[in-house]
Structure formats: structure tokens, C-alpha cells
T-cell receptor, first 116, second 115 residues
Framework: GAVVSQHPSRVICKSGTSVKIECRSLDFQATTMFWYRQFPKQSLMLMATSNEGSKATYEQGVEKDKFLINHASLTLSTLTVTSAHPEDSSFYIC????????????FGQGTRLTVV | GNSVTQMEGPVTLSEEAFLTINCTYTATGYPSLFWYVQYPGEGLQLLLKATKADDKGSNKGFEATYRKETTSFHLEKGSVQVSDSAVYFCALSFYGSGNTGKLIFGQGTTLQVKP
């Protein structure tokens, strides 16, 4: 299967700072990437969908100014958590798809963010 | 709204035991259903899928049948191994028969298999 690499796997940051998480498709071109978030003992929740070269589409209730998503190339999408607060501490995971209907999306390993 | 509910874990079994992880869904329309597995330190991997009622997905000894009448997609395996220890996620999607973009996930069930 295709490989999606997410970096970093774990990050600790101070409250008020910004953190960038990268999601790379290593062996295919990802037209569409998805960002999910998981709170402890809860479901993975879709935050936003990004298409290469266009603005991300955010799910209801997700602050687009706080969670900045950039998908500037066919192999890289980034999620930046701006002015992080302890309540942003969570598990963030991306998936990448070729974007063709009926194709599988492949997941990265996830990033554990802790804001102190 | 659309949602997925899984049985709570952790589920702890001895090697060669029978596994069932329950999954039920609520959906408007006819979703595709999926089971994902996440091994420690790795990303989610698609384990199996079913795209219409009565379909059975199977892979690596795992099976799940799309039951429209009970809105369920329970995961089963006849004989688990230590290497099956992982977190299992049930999910649904409305975007095409195999498209796994925009998934709605259950909360995940941790399986621990002891030798």
C-alpha cells in the first residue's frame, strides 16, 4: 500500500506558541488530504479536507484561524495549531488520497500534541 | 446525524480465542463500512470493508458482515494471535463505494492478546 508519513510523532509545546505538523505522501500524489483529531477515549473526528492548491474545507465547529492547513504540493500538507492552549492537546492524524472516487485514503502515524 | 458506536475496550483475550468487536452505526442513507487497525506506533490501516447490505468483508482471518437490518458491522476472528494486539476502529463513509475520504469513526477498541 501507499505510505503516508506524519511528523513529528510527539510534540510538547508551551501555551501560546504555534506548532506545525507535516503530512507527506511518500510514493504517490495526494490530491486530497484529510486531518482528524482524537480526544482520549473518543472517536477520530474529521477537522478539515484539503485539496492541493486550494483552500481547506473545515468541518463545522473547527476554527480555521486556529488550525491553519496548507496543501501547497501534491505530497505535502501541513497543519499549524496557532496560539496553542492546553485544550488543544490531542492526537492529530492525517490521511491522503489520490482523490479519485472509489480510491482508498492512507493514514499517517499520528501526532500526539501536548500543550503545557 | 451519522455516527458509529463500538464496544468499549480494552478487550483482553488469550491466544487462539474467538474475537468479536461490536460496531453499530446510525446513518441517513446507505454508507460504506470499514474496519481499520492501528498497531503501536503506526498509522491506521484498512483491514476490511463492505459497500452494501449483506456484503462480507474479510482479510487476515478477520470478517465483518454489513447488516442493514441491525445497522451493525461486527468484527470477528476465529482464533486471535498475539500479533493481533492493536486498536481497531469501525468507520463509515458516504463518498463512493471504496472512497475512504471523510470517514466517520467509532471510538476505537483496544485488543490485547496474551500468549
Amino acid at each position: 500500500g501507499a505510505v503516508v508519513s506524519q511528523h513529528p510523532s510527539r510534540v510538547i509545546c508551551k501555551s501560546g506558541t504555534s506548532v506545525k505538523i507535516e503530512c507527506r505522501s511518500l510514493d504517490f500524489q495526494a490530491t486530497t488530504m484529510f486531518w482528524y483529531r482524537q480526544f482520549p477515549k473518543q472517536s477520530l473526528m474529521l477537522m478539515a479536507t484539503s485539496n492541493e492548491g486550494s483552500k481547506a474545507t473545515y468541518e463545522q465547529g473547527v476554527e480555521k484561524d486556529k488550525f491553519l492547513i496548507n496543501h501547497a504540493s501534491l505530497t505535502l500538507s501541513t497543519l499549524t495549531v496557532t496560539s496553542a492552549h492546553p485544550e488543544d492537546s490531542s492526537f492529530y492524524i492525517c490521511s491522503a488520497s489520490r482523490g479519485v472516487a472509489g480510491t482508498e485514503a492512507f493514514f499517517g502515524q499520528g501526532t500526539r500534541l501536548t500543550v503545557v | 446525524g451519522n455516527s458509529v458506536t463500538q464496544m468499549e475496550g480494552p478487550v483482553t483475550l488469550s491466544e487462539e480465542a474467538f474475537l468479536t468487536i461490536n460496531c453499530t452505526y446510525t446513518a441517513t442513507g446507505y454508507p460504506s463500512l470499514f474496519w481499520y487497525v492501528q498497531y503501536p506506533g503506526e498509522g491506521l490501516q484498512l483491514l476490511l470493508k463492505a459497500t452494501k447490505a449483506d456484503d462480507k468483508g474479510s482479510n487476515k482471518g478477520f470478517e465483518a458482515t454489513y447488516r442493514k437490518e441491525t445497522t451493525s458491522f461486527h468484527l470477528e476472528k476465529g482464533s486471535v494471535q498475539v500479533s493481533d494486539s492493536a486498536v481497531y476502529f469501525c468507520a463509515l463513509s458516504f463518498y463512493g463505494s471504496g472512497n475512504t475520504g471523510k470517514l466517520i469513526f467509532g471510538q476505537g477498541t483496544t485488543l490485547q492478546v496474551k500468549p
